[in-house]
């Protein structure tokens, strides 16, 4: 199959499909005009091509094939912007298209060669890998036509030059590369073209387009997985077993055999995956397995959805029913926090010892809910099983993992296999193990011959989760001499998934003497979690920096000037770099109205344990709570060091974003456990912020150490933001909070009223 | 039952139990799918249409209550995203993942054809449709700039 890619090297360009459906817009903003299909999926055919990443058409189109979903982060607009820097084409001729996921299979693994296991994922579209694969591709197709025109002008190809899509030489011959393509694929050269270095960027860093699938939504002609329409299809609406690891008695067919447009109910049984037999999971396969559910087959959604609502069903709840509420499975949490871990995540120094010397000692308990992603767009994915294919259409954050779960639970072999990469309606990482595409195929397999398009109402949606885990977290430290802390020891605790990322690997236990890291793990939770962006991060971000804050004040300091003297120690100037310019530019110090303040907080995002890793971001959040404990957010600073940025706007939206997002899960977000049932289902019972009551966000770029990588930005945020707001309210309030989410606590202070 | 629709000053015929939200009358029945569906009960605003100009929420507008009525979705803005508000939103890179965009914009649109010149507190009255990607500060800023562009 890697000999199918070789043999196609040789020509680069194709004279094949026209370009239809490219979308040309004028628009004032610089540069914003390249595009994205309208139905963003692989329509590569017959072609051949010098490269997997780029094609070029004869009507000038230049198609650059992106493999990690867009997600409202940018990935699409990065790829255009790499080719754009390198081949000198017209922005406008550029579109983007998803690269799919059999093609890369029959391809010997090109796409997902790049970028690691991760390749498919929808993570950073700014790493080295992926920026040299686009730059080299789109260098190596200008030097052909370069050499091509040379040839044809009788003068050396290093003498023309290349912009705005036209080759042009200084004897005053010109023309557009579309004159050169069938000649400039097969040229050979001597040497591929090394990608330009940054300093001879023209575009990359002074030009920050906007995302190119804009004009697409804001006409609704971007095709999310819920806009699939597939001749024949029909709807299902689904029901999974209300307690996970519950299983189905009965269900009565007759009680809706009758109502408008009904065809079918289809059972689904629970099942586990195995390992596939030859194709490498990126993502774990357990998280996917199917429950027990049923599917209400019709020939709309609005019947599938009132048959299914009338349809009576009997489940067995299963052993995840001894969960009486909430506050038992915290209880649960808490109690094995407190013990002795299972596991060591960090050791240094003796911790006992420590304390044992006895002086300032502080202890404190932290717990964070389980969480849902709530993506604006509810599950749902589309599937057509026939005897010997499938063909499945999917908003994945994954699409080489829906890939592999599609092929697994059909047994169909790979190459019958098309997934097509839709638009996606938020991701945060509920979409990326491929849970809903499998329960979609299962059914799908119940109803075959025909496009089933399967739909989660947002109940169902927010109900079968992959949740943010219930963690909880016990905390001691001392505080030496000097009145930073000498001893740090941290237990976690959640159920089975949950992550200790953000807690042995930051920069604060890294720089004590003393540190104890250990985690356990609460086996009979039934609840299936899943990444939430910034998973586990965004959990131990909380504990840390609000305990910090605990030990800034039992030393008597200012807290942001105890977390520079803690962080100088740190060999990432970073970090602190970001809390000087967060002092500077957030007002920090200067003085506020009775019943304000501003609270402090960092953290890093991916260093793995490592200075000059991943994102280091900060954030100081003002604040105003009333005496009967009403809260205002009036203002977030967020200063964060991600090295360099690669395009300064998209990371502005993105922070801000992020920021929201962040104040929002401290804030708001809780999902209850009754008798193993999760109880919250719609946004009524699961509040997210709204316009009105954003703050205001600053977003400073001053920070920046100018460090050789593009790191990540969308996870960042929603460590620190939660804890600084925490911290603020306990300035205002002398109450420390320390479960999430914020809106359970009664913050009145001052007596009251 | 057999209704009839004016959808974007086009009748459409739609065979559906008179109580189909609307909603899915027009992405399911009509192909309009550029209305979302994101909540079902009226909280996120992802399927906002005007209904003679009013902003609603599709997704509990029953479908035999839309007959004699002008509704109006994202497709009746603009096509070619012409209209003030597409290209704003495009300039100032308003949208990211875009599922509750074309909502937002249907309740901008009315904001500004009720208040031409709207302050903030109009805004968070007008526009409390939920984007769960947090681009509320760019929708307040690209309202603002609509705004003026409107009026000159």
């Known amino acids: ?753 | 039952m057999a209704f009839t629709l004016n959808i974007n000053g086009t009748d459409m015929e739609v065979e559906a139990a008179p109580e189909t939200p609307l909603l899915w009358a027009l992405r399911d029945h009509l192909g309009l799918t550029g209305t979302k569906f994101g909540c079902g009960i009226a909280q996120c605003g992802a399927c906002t249409v005007h209904v003679d100009g009013v902003a609603m929420r599709s997704c509990q507008f029953p479908v035999e209550a839309a007959v004699g009525s002008q509704i109006t979705t994202v497709e009746g803005l603009d096509q070619d995203g012409q209209h003030v508000l597409q290209k704003v939103w495009t300039e100032m890179n308003v949208p990211q993942c875009g599922y509750c965009q074309s909502g937002m914009l249907m309740a901008v649109a009315s904001l500004l054809n009720d208040i031409p010149e709207p302050t903030d507190a109009d805004i968070d009255l007008y526009v409390d449709n939920i984007c769960r990607c947090g681009t509320y500060p760019r929708v307040r800023a690209a309202i603002h700039k609509a705004a003026e562009l409107m009026k000159a």
């Open chain 1, 1 to 753: 199959m890697t000999e199918r890619f070789k043999l196609s090297r040789r020509g680069f360009i194709t004279a094949m499909l026209g370009a239809g459906g490219a979308l040309v817009m004028g628009l004032s903003r610089p540069a914003v005009a390249a595009t994205v299909n309208a139905e963003p999926w692989d329509s590569f055919g017959e072609a051949t091509s010098f490269t997997p990443w780029l094609r070029m058409d004869n009507d000038g189109k230049v198609t650059v094939y992106v493999t990690h979903p867009d997600i409202g982060n940018g990935p699409l607009t990065q790829a255009c912007a790499y080719v754009r820097e390198e081949l000198a084409c017209r922005w406008e001729d550029i579109r983007a298209e998803y690269a799919a996921p059999e093609r890369n299979e029959a391809l010997g693994g090109v796409y997902s060669e790049v970028g690691g296991a991760l390749a498919y994922f929808s993570g950073r579209s700014t790493s080295e890998p992926r920026r040299t694969a686009y730059m080299t591709a789109a260098a190596g197709a200008r030097e052909r036509l370069k050499s091509a025109a040379g040839e044809a002008w009788g003068v050396a190809s290093a003498e023309i030059t290349v912009s705005e899509g036209m080759l042009s030489h200084s004897s005053g011959r010109s023309a557009p590369f579309t004159e050169f393509l069938s000649v400039a694929a097969a040229v050979t050269l001597a040497e591929e073209p090394k990608p330009k270095t940054r300093e001879e960027w023209t575009f990359l860093t002074k030009v920050d387009p906007a995302k190119i699938q804009i004009p697409e939504i804001v006409t609704g002609k971007a095709i999310y997985g819920m806009d699939i329409r597939v001749p024949g299809m029909v709807y299902a609406a689904l029901r999974q077993s209300p307690v996970m690891g519950g299983t189905l008695v009965s269900y009565d067919f007759e009680a809706i055999r009758h109502m408008p447009g009904v065809r079918a109910v289809v059972e689904v049984k629970p099942t586990e995956p195995g390992e596939p037999d030859k194709m490498k999971a990126v993502f774990p396969l357990g998280p996917s397995a199917v429950p027990a559910a049923v599917a209400v087959i019709a020939d709309h959604y609005w019947q599938a959805r009132t048959a299914l609502d009338a349809l009576p069903v009997v489940w067995d709840d299963g052993p995840g029913a001894k969960w009486a509420n909430t506050e038992m499975m915290n209880d649960a949490a808490m109690g094995a926090a407190r013990k002795a871990g299972d596991n060591i995540e960090l050791s240094v120094g003796d911790v006992e010892a420590e304390f044992k010397k006895g002086g300032k000692i502080l202890e404190a308990e932290y717990l964070t809910p389980y969480c849902d992603q709530v993506q604006m767009e509810p599950l749902n994915c589309t599937v057509k099983v026939d005897k010997d294919s499938v063909e499945v259409w999917t908003p994945s954050q994954h699409t080489q993992q829906v890939f592999v779960v599609t092929v697994q639970e059909t047994g169909v072999a790979p190459e019958k296999v098309k997934v097509h990469q839709t638009f996606v309606g938020g991701g945060f990482g509920r979409r990326v193990y491929g849970d809903d595409s499998r329960v979609a195929v299962a059914v799908a397999k119940g109803y075959p011959g025909v496009p089933v398009h399967v739909i989660w109402s947002r109940e169902e949606s927010v109900r079968q989760g992959r949740y943010r885990p219930l963690m909880g977290a016990h905390l001691k430290a001392r505080l030496g001499e000097d009145g930073l802390p000498s001893a740090l020891l941290a237990r976690v605790a959640g159920g089975p998934g949950f992550f200790t990322r953000g807690l042995a690997d930051t920069a604060l236990p890294l720089v004590l003497p003393n540190v104890q890291i250990e985690s356990s793990v609460v086996r009979d939770f039934h609840i299936k979690t899943g990444p939430l962006r910034g998973p586990g991060f965004n959990s131990n971000c909380f504990f840390l920096e609000s305990f910090l804050d605990d030990m800034a004040r039992a030393a008597g300091e200012d807290p942001l000037d105890y977390r520079i003297r803690i962080y100088e120690k740190w060999e990432d100037e970073g970090w602190v770099k970001i809390l000087k310019v967060l002092k500077e530019k957030s007002g920090w110090g200067s003085p506020l109205p009775k019943g304000q303040a501003r609270g402090v907080a960092i953290g890093n995002w991916g260093m793995g344990g490592k200075p000059h890793h991943g994102t280091t971001l900060g954030s100081v959040v003002h604040a105003e709570v009333s005496n009967s404990g009403k809260l205002k957010v009036h203002r977030i600073d967020v200063a964060f060091d991600t090295g360099r940025v690669m395009n300064k706007d998209a990371v502005q939206v993105q922070l801000e974003g992020g920021a929201i997002f962040g104040l929002n899960l401290a804030l708001n977000e809780k999902l209850n456990v009754e008798h193993g049932r999760i109880v919250e289902g719609n946004y009524d019972e699961y509040p997210v912020i709204r316009m009105g009551d954003t703050p205001e966000i600053h977003v400073h770029f001053e920070a920046l150490t100018d460090h050789e990588r593009y790191d990540e930005i969308g996870e960042p945020p929603v460590g620190p933001v939660g804890p600084a707001l925490a911290n603020a309210i306990f300035e205002i309030t002398g109450k420390r909070l320390r479960t999430q989410p914020f809106r359970e606590h009664d913050l009145s202070w001052g007596g009251g009223v």
